[in-house]
């Protein structure tokens, strides 16, 4: 097996990219960089500017807002994705909590994918559709938390 066909079988292994052709997944490969990240280290900063795009690949990440751990990220997550789609400063810091494998895109690289791959467009739309949905959902259930304290 040559090094790119298995690069293209973990990457056609993440949910966002499984419908993901061969010339698709070479263009995708062609883009990103494979990045080690070592267990405690801070791989995205809140409030900073966004420049890149990563997918793990390998390990587990925190999500941290303002402070607070608000979510755990496994292998097929994705994040660093609203910085970019709108210019936006981050939103949340990731911290490894084990050894990491990400597969980064830089900005121009993500945008090139966005405009290529429409298949990879609405994916992520709808993972961006359900983190909204889940934002929603908690608060609606901290309006009740809430409403039932007063």
């Not at 990563?54 to 609203?82: M, S």
């Not at 400063?89 to 909590?97: D, F, G, L, Y």
């Not at 298949?119 to 908690?138: F, I, P, Q, V, Y």
Request: aromatic share 4%.
């Amino acid at each position: 097996m040559t090094l790119r066909k298995n690069t293209h079988s973990q990457i056609r292994s993440l949910p966002i990219f499984a419908g993901c052709t061969e010339s698709e997944l070479d263009e995708i490969d062609r883009l990103a960089d494979e990045v080690h990240v070592t267990a405690g280290r801070t791989i995205m900063r809140q409030g900073e500017l966004g420049q890149e795009f990563a997918v793990i690949i390998a390990g587990e990440a925190d999500v941290v807002k303002d402070g607070k751990k608000v979510a755990t990220l496994g292998p097929g997550a994705y994040f660093g994705e609203v910085a970019l789609l709108d210019a936006v400063t981050r939103t949340a810091s990731i911290v490894a909590t084990t050894d990491m494998t990400l597969e980064v895109i830089d900005r121009r690289g993500f945008n090139t994918l966005l405009d290529d791959l429409p298949r990879l467009s609405r994916s992520m739309l709808s993972g961006t559709a359900k983190r909204l949905a889940d934002l929603e959902d908690e608060c609606t259930h901290l309006r009740h938390q809430l409403a039932g304290q007063n």
